[in-house]
T-cell receptor, first 111, second 113 residues
Framework: GENVEQHPSTLSVQEGDSAVIKCTYSDSASNYFPWYKQELGKRPQLIIDIRSNVGEKKDQRIAVTLNKTAKHFSLHITETQPEDSAVYFCAASANDYKLSFGAGTTVTVRA | EAGVAQSPRYKIIEKRQSVAFWCNPISGHATLYWYQQILGQGPKLLIQFQNNGVVDDSQLPKDRFSAERLKGVDSTLKIQPAKLEDSAVYLC???????????FGEGSRLTVL
């Protein structure tokens, strides 16, 4: 089955700086790569996703890049704000089947 | 639209007891998932339904866990008998057929003593 590895497990950044989270996946059939944000005590919510037919996608301060050859994808958050503090999960699936999650990255934005 | 509803929100039981969780997905969502999230870890897929059929249950410990989705709408997840390592948040999610986005419920937090 799919194995998704995520790094780092914790990330502390100064407000205004950028944050980068990296994930690798094992199944070359995977073609859908979403990122979920989970605030403390709340449900995970989708913040951005990318499919394998594109290499990069941007939405305001967040962007995701995908390298299918190397089987890795990354989340970039620019101009971080205190409300960006949360746990971020990457995930991967093939044809929307059996979405597998990484272990999560706890991001802390210092004021 | 109303979100994914789950109950109960919290449950504390002794080991070897049984427990059941209920989920009502977003109206019209054909796909329903049960995930187990142990503290400090990412969600782990237990079972995925498409309408009322099982798409994948390869990671469901079938000796103690069971799940059903009658009539392709609501779903229940049962654990019998519970073990200490079953302590986790059980997240239900649903999605529209053909799309990837999962909509999660608030989760049911299980503590096994």
């Amino acid at each position: 089955g799919e194995n998704v590895e995520q790094h780092p497990s914790t990330l502390s950044v100064q407000e205004g700086d950028s944050a980068v989270i990296k994930c690798t996946y094992s199944d070359s059939a995977s073609n859908y790569f979403p990122w979920y944000k989970q605030e403390l005590g709340k449900r995970p919510q989708l913040i951005i996703d990318i499919r394998s037919n594109v290499g990069e996608k941007k939405d305001q301060r967040i962007a995701v890049t995908l390298n299918k050859t190397a089987k890795h994808f990354s989340l970039h958050i620019t101009e971080t704000q205190p409300e960006d503090s949360a746990v971020y999960f990457c995930a991967a699936s093939a044809n929307d089947y059996k979405l597998s999650f990484g272990a999560g990255t706890t991001v802390t934005v210092r004021a | 639209e109303a979100g994914v509803a789950q109950s109960p929100r919290y449950k504390i039981i002794e080991k070897r007891q049984s427990v059941a969780f209920w989920c009502n997905p977003i109206s019209g969502h054909a796909t329903l998932y049960w995930y187990q999230q142990i503290l400090g870890q990412g969600p782990k897929l237990l079972i995925q339904f498409q309408n009322n059929g099982v798409v994948d249950d390869s990671q469901l410990p079938k000796d103690r866990f069971s799940a059903e989705r009658l009539k392709g709408v609501d779903s229940t997840l049962k654990i019998q008998p519970a073990k200490l390592e079953d302590s986790a948040v059980y997240l239900c999610a649903s999605s529209r057929q053909g799309t990837g986005e999962l909509f999660f419920g608030e989760g049911s937090r299980l503590t096994v003593l």
